[in-house]
């Protein structure tokens, strides 16, 4: 590589195309309200209005004046920055394969989107106690109890029954799915989405390491999410990337700053899972 032919721009762009692919966590999020975000600190203005009232109506009698919507705000604050650097040195750039810079930039996006997944996880200290559902040691048998009363719950608070649901769990308790053999697809299945295991009543199936886990008497807890895509709102920013030549190095090094934050928005529409799976 040459810093004549870095282009930012388009390095920029390859960086958030693989960051899209690596995503599991955030792709399952409301991503509507990226705004326009310059720096850490800065806030997306989330807007809702207030609910629609229905009434009897009866001819030839006039109607009550209407009501007047009002708007709600939610702020999301982009509170995260994680940052990448790295060189390589003129004499192994002379010896690499060309796709050296595709690769590390293909491992930089890895990186940045796995850091950016553990915290979407890490608001299931934010989720209600109310919708929070403990499960001890689940087997196979005991998936589709499970399943049927996380659905009810959230049909319960008016998540509309045609609505797909995203569960997300830690490859433990995917194990525990997949023998229960009630999945429709399998994860050969070109058609599914990276991370994704299969399709169950409304349910789509995501596995990842990045869901968080916590020691209670002897056991491990995965704190697994089963949520629609508007529960929780993510908004990004790849602020820069940076071609430059190390003061005290012959090398071409590469730098990033990814900014971004996420927030529940819609609580009634996520629960956390608490799962200790059986040995």
Avoid at 64 to 87: C, G, H, W, Y
Avoid at 120 to 130: E, G, K, M, Q, T
Wanted: glycine share 4%; aromatic share 8%.
């Amino acid at each position: 590589m040459s810093l004549s032919y870095f282009m930012p721009t388009v390095w920029s762009e390859t960086l958030f195309r693989q960051l899209d692919r690596e995503y599991v966590a955030v792709k399952n999020c409301n991503r509507d309200y990226e705004g326009d975000i310059k720096s850490l600190g800065d806030t997306v203005k989330i807007v809702g209005i207030s609910p629609i009232s229905v009434f009897d109506y009866d001819k030839n009698t006039d109607m009550d004046p209407p009501a007047e919507l009002t708007d709600s705000e939610r702020m999301l604050v982009i509170n995260q920055a994680k940052a990448f650097n790295f060189a390589v040195d003129d004499v192994d750039r002379a010896q690499a394969l060309p796709n050296l810079m595709k690769e590390a930039m293909r491992l930089a996006a890895s990186a940045l989107a796995n850091e950016a997944d553990k915290y979407v996880f890490s608001l299931h200290r934010n989720i209600p106690a109310a919708n929070t559902k403990t499960v001890s040691g689940l087997d196979a048998d005991g998936v589709v109890d499970m399943l049927l009363d996380v659905r009810q719950k959230l049909l319960e608070h008016d998540v509309p029954g045609n609505e797909e649901i995203i569960l997300e769990v830690s490859p433990a308790v995917a194990s525990k799915i997949i023998k229960a053999k009630i999945v429709t697809d399998t994860d050969n299945s070109a058609a599914l989405d990276k991370g994704c295991v299969g399709t169950f009543l409304g349910f789509k199936i995501y596995v990842s390491n990045n869901v968080f886990t916590e020691q209670s008497g002897g056991n491990t807890i995965y704190k697994c999410f089963a949520r629609t895509k508007r529960a929780i709102s993510f908004a990004e920013q790849l602020n820069e990337v940076e071609a430059y030549r190390p003061e005290l190095r012959f090398a071409d090094a590469v730098k990033g700053l990814h900014l971004y934050g996420a927030k529940i928005v819609y609580p009634q529409e996520i629960m956390l899972l608490n799962i200790s799976v059986a040995n």
